[in-house]
Structure formats: C-alpha cells, structure tokens
C-alpha cells in the first residue's frame, strides 16, 4: 500500500465502526502516523438501519465519511479496503490493495451475519447489517407490495404481504414495530385498492421472552405494545429453514412467506492470521486483557465488538452494543499515550449507560440502572438519545427533521425502489 513512511510510529486501525472512529478521534494530539482501513468510506450507524428498512430514513442520515469524520487528525490516512490477512511476525496486513506493515494493530472489525451454519437461510433470508441491505430489505417490501397490488390469487398475494421477523432482540422488535406503523397509517393510503389488512407481521424468538438482553418488565411492555400494534409474536419457536417461498420451523409447522428478515445473531468478524485459541469458540472474539491487549501480543489491540474482555462484572465480556465499543476506543486511546511515554497501561471499566428499544410511534422501553419505565417517556428519551450519539451535524439535523415530518404527517417518505432487489441465483 502506497502509505508513506515516517519517522514517527504507525497505527494501523481496521475498522470505521464506533470503536474505530472513537478511538482515532482521539489520537489527534499523539505522536504517531494514524492509517484507517473500511471496506466502505463511511461510517455506518447501525441503531437506525432498521428506518432505512422500513422507509422512515434515507440511508445517508445514517451513514457520514470517514475522511469527513476524522478531517482534523493531521497524519492520518484513510484507505478504502478489506483486510484479508494478518502477519503477526512480519507485523503486517495483508489487504486487496496490498501489504501495509504496523508499530501497532488496533482491530475494531466488529461482528457479521451469523446463520449458523443453515444454507437456505443464509441464501433466501434478508440480513441487516450494512446500509446496502438494509436499502434490499426496503426495496423488497416496496417491490412485492406492488406485485401483491397486482396479484389476484390470494395464496400469493397473502405471501407476498407476509413479513417474518426471526430474532426478537432490539432490531427485531424495533423492526416489528416499524412495518406495524407502515401498515397501520401508510400503505392504506399507498395501496388503496389492495387489502392491507391481509399483511400480516411475525416475530419469531427461540428463547422464552423478547428482548431477552432487557428486563423482564421491560420484555413484558414491549411484548404488549407489539400485540396492540398487530405483531404476532412466537417465543419458543426455532426457525429451521426457508427456501424463498416456505419458512420451516422447528415444531413442524410452516408458513408461506416472500420476506423473511434475519436477525436472529451475529459472530465476529474476525481476520484470518490468529491462531483459533486467540479467539473465543461460537462468539469469533479476540481474547483480549484489561487493556484491550490481544492475548499474547503487546503491540496488537482489539476493541468493540470483536473484543472479548473477561471481567467481574461481566464474566461473559461486554455486551455487543455501541456504548462498550466507544469506551473502549477513547480509553485505548488514553492507553496508547500512556505507552508511547512509558507509562504503565490503566485497565478498562465499563460504565452501563443503560439500554433502550422503541417499538412503533410514542412507545419504546429503557432500562436505565435501576428504573425500568416504558410508554412516551421512554420513547422520548429514545429519541435524544439516538440524535446525540449520530455522527454528523447534517445527520443530526436531517433525522430530527424527518421525524418531526413522519411524526406529524404520519408518513414515511423515502418508499422509494432506487435499486430493485433481485436475488442472487
Ligand atoms: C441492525 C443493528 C441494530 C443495532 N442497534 C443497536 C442499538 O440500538 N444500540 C446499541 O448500542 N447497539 C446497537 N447495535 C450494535 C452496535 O451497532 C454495535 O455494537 C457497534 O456497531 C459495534 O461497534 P464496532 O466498532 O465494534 O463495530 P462496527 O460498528 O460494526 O464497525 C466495524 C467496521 O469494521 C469494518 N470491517 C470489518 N471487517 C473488515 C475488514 N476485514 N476489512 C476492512 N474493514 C472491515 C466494517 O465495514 C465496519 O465499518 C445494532 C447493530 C445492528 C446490526
């Protein structure tokens, strides 16, 4: 790779994600050449990838530059690439656009699609991790509505109007709650013509509750608010397969679905270089100790989601959410200056700023320390929340505005099919 060479010490970041970006913001005033890798030149705000699904945003809201993000770092150089490899001897990456060497490694590659091993999920069922697929569950729904308002054979037309949700953590719930409003106050008007009563909604969840990571009062209220708006939620239901048209589950029965949304679990996105006892077995997370240090390696650090930091409090390490992954790149950082002054490292503490979910218009659910609340307060909260964490003034900006939109008019603007869908054969 074409990065120059200088005196001062070089550290290569893979990963623009929230851990990556909160970590080289804060290297601005350290003596050393920041390189940033991404497979894509933009930050991605994954909370709000479910909007972009369900039409309610467009995807730059959610997305910023990177180079835009980090303009005020001086040596600092971005590249557009994936990393395939790492040398840990050579201490080098290897990347489609070639070799780069390190001083220090910081990996922040977060975490994939997870389909256990189940080929005609991963091949037939939507993932939504990235702002491309979100943009294909969008143009999906969009595309067999329309097929639906032309269709006259009910069998078809019903599977064409049914959407199954597997997973119901956060994205699934959220998700639910956001095809429940589209239902509910935007495709009547759309599709006037069409039945939309006949759509119908299912979420499906292996375990015994919703939001299995949330409180059970939480898990209760969200369970509710999702039945008032018309989802119809399956606990303990093991969904087997899905060939496209037919969703198999594991009780033996089945269900005649065109849009099935996977968000049933994700794995690390883990680099090959590492032998496997780096990494946690099923999780595909970098062991790392108290200061993000990869077992084993001084020089090489991993943060976020693919970090896996055994400690008191969280004998399973962190939860996979986006507040761990910011403290840990600010308190790396902090660490890094420590080091290059030949200062011993301070450990990482967690601080749990609580978690929340919203289902639908006014309602969403927080768990916040030890108040459980849920209703308008909470979706309030929800709101601010996510405004403040979105990289970007214009981002800001542009989302508050298209809520305050969608809120008073009831609409969702941007149901629009910019790039059809088409299953890869
Ligand atoms: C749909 C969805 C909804 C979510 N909702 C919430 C929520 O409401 N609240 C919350 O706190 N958390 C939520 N999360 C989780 C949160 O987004 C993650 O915990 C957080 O993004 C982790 O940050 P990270 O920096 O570890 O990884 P990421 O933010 O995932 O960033 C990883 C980056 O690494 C890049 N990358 C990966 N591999 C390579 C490679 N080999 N080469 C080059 N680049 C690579 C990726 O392109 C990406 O930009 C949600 C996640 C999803 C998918």
Not at 368 to 386: E, S, T, Y
Request: glycine share 8%.
């Amino acid at each position: 790779m074409n990065v120059p060479q200088t005196d001062t010490k070089r550290i290569v970041i893979i990963g623009g994600g929230f851990g990556g970006i909160s970590l080289a913001k804060k290297l601005r005033k350290l003596d050393a050449q920041v390189v940033l890798i991404d497979r894509h030149n933009y930050h991605t705000f994954q909370p709000l990838l479910y909007q972009v699904s369900t039409s309610g945003l467009e995807p730059d809201s959610i997305a910023y530059p990177i180079r835009k993000v980090l303009k005020r770092l001086t040596n600092f150089h971005f590249r557009l690439a994936s990393v395939e490899k790492i040398d840990t001897k050579r201490k080098e990456i290897q990347t489609d656009m070639g070799l780069l060497a390190y001083d220090y490694l910081v990996l922040a590659t977060g975490t994939k699609t997870n389909f256990f091993g189940n080929l005609g999920i991963e091949k037939h069922a939507m993932p939504m991790k990235t702002v491309p697929q979100a943009l294909d569950i969008r143009s999906l729904m969009l595309q067999n509505f329309e097929t639906a308002d032309d269709c006259e054979k009910e069998v078809e037309r019903k599977a064409l109007l049914t959407f199954c949700i597997v997973g119901a953590g956060p994205t699934g719930v959220e998700l639910a709650g956001a095809f429940a409003e589209l239902k509910r106050h935007v495709f009547p008007k759309d599709y006037r013509h069409l039945n939309v009563s006949e759509m119908e909604i299912h979420l499906f969840e292996g375990g015994e509750r919703v939001l299995a990571p949330m409180s059970e009062s939480s898990s209760k209220k969200a369970a509710l608010f999702l039945e008032n708006l018309g989802v119809t939620i399956h606990v303990n239901t093991i969904v087997q397969d899905y060939d496209g048209a037919i969703l198999k589950l594991k009780n033996g029965q089945t269900m005649r679905t065109k849009n099935v949304i996977w968000a049933a679990g994700v794995t690390g996105a883990a680099i090959e270089g590492f032998e496997t006892t780096k990494l946690v077995e099923k999780l595909n997370r970098y062991k790392v100790n108290g200061f993000n240090q990869v077992e084993g390696f001084h020089e090489i650090f991993a943060i976020g989601d693919i970090a896996y930091m055994e400690t008191l409090d969280y004998p399973k390490g962190h939860p996979q959410v986006a507040q761990p992954a910011i403290q840990q790149g600010e308190h790396l950082a902090k660490n890094l200056s420590l080091l290059y002054q030949g200062k011993d490292l301070k450990p990482f503490l967690y601080y749990d700023k609580g978690t929340l979910a919203t289902i639908g218009r006014n309602r969403a659910v927080a768990d916040i320390g030890k108040f459980k609340f849920g209703g308008f307060f909470a979706w309030f909260i929800w709101i601010f929340v996510h405004l403040a964490a979105l990289v970007g003034f214009r981002n800001k900006v542009v989302v508050l505005f298209n809520w305050a939109y969608n809120y008073i008019n009831y609409d969702k603007a941007a149901r629009l099919i910019v790039r059809p869908f088409h299953r890869k054969v």
